[in-house]
């Protein structure tokens, strides 16, 4: 749930031109399957789930791969971090 959480928000982000990214990034729904299907591997080789191990991949692999500006990651890793975590 979070990770659509997550991508549903980047996504809607776009739609408000610089005041919702500082820059135009192509996300699209590829990031998603592929963001889903690296979650369920992890999840499955690991019995307790890597919060941290996802949020590195997602934040600055998957997604932060087409994130140029620096407070626009800033702004990913802390969607992440609120969205990300055991208590969810």
């Not at 500082?22 to 789930?49: I, T, W």
């Not at 500006?69 to 055991?86: E, I, K, N, P, V």
Request: aromatic fraction near 16%.
């Amino acid at each position: 749930f979070a990770l659509a959480l997550f991508h549903s928000i980047v996504l809607e982000r776009k739609k408000f031109g610089p005041q919702g990214w500082n820059r135009g990034y192509p996300f699209n729904q590829g990031d998603l399957v592929s963001c889903a299907q690296v979650a369920l591997n992890y999840l499955e080789s690991n019995p307790k789930v890597p919060w941290d191990d996802l949020k590195y991949i997602f934040g600055e692999i998957m997604y932060g791969g087409h994130i140029t500006d620096a407070f626009d990651r800033r702004l990913a890793t802390a969607y992440l971090d609120s969205y990300m975590h055991d208590e969810l």
